[in-house]
């Protein structure tokens, strides 16, 4: 009798390979849950508290005074008709302004009513309305 090389899998093997994989996937799935919302309020809050914040400072250092909510963030892209005249923009680099992670217009009035010497902006978040979720630049969420 001949002893024959083995070369193939036995069911056991491949049983304990698809095991450890399901235990391995057990472990990492749920730690991946919830974090694509988490980046997505992460991404808004830094358009609110740098990107926009910082190119509505640069158009109140050239004009003395933020954009009025009439003239809202477009004002950073194209000059307003009212607009003082050292108007030096466009404000925001990549020349559009930019929509929140779920794919609305953050909401911009100056002045603020939080922010009394400033503005408000701010998202409505993933619900899209007015709430607890709302991403902002006043209160104890934000750093501005």
């Known amino acids: 009798m001949t002893l024959r090389n083995k070369s193939a899998f036995t069911l056991i093997e491949i049983m304990l390979v698809v095991i450890i994989i399901g235990i391995l996937a057990a472990m990492v799935v749920p730690n991946m849950a919830g974090r694509g919302e988490q980046?997505?309020?992460?991404?808004?809050?830094?358009?609110?508290?740098?990107?926009?914040?910082?190119?509505?400072?640069?158009?109140e250092l050239d004009n003395g005074q933020y954009p009025t909510t009439e003239q809202g963030?477009?004002?950073?892209?194209?000059?307003?008709?009212?607009a003082p005249v050292s108007w030096n923009g466009p404000y925001l680099k990549k020349k559009r302004i930019p929509l929140d992670p779920w794919g609305r217009e953050y909401r911009y009035v100056a002045p603020g009513t939080h922010n009394t010497e400033e503005f408000d902006l701010f998202s409505y978040g993933q619900d899209g309305v007015e709430g607890k979720d709302d991403i902002t630049n006043w209160g104890a969420d934000s750093s501005g």
Do not use: C, G
Not at 42 to 59: C, K, V
């Open 39 to 59: 980046a997505r309020v992460a991404a808004a809050r830094a358009d609110i508290d740098a990107n926009l914040t910082s190119a509505l400072d640069l158009y």
């Open 73 to 82: 963030l477009r004002a950073l892209l194209e000059k307003p008709s009212s």
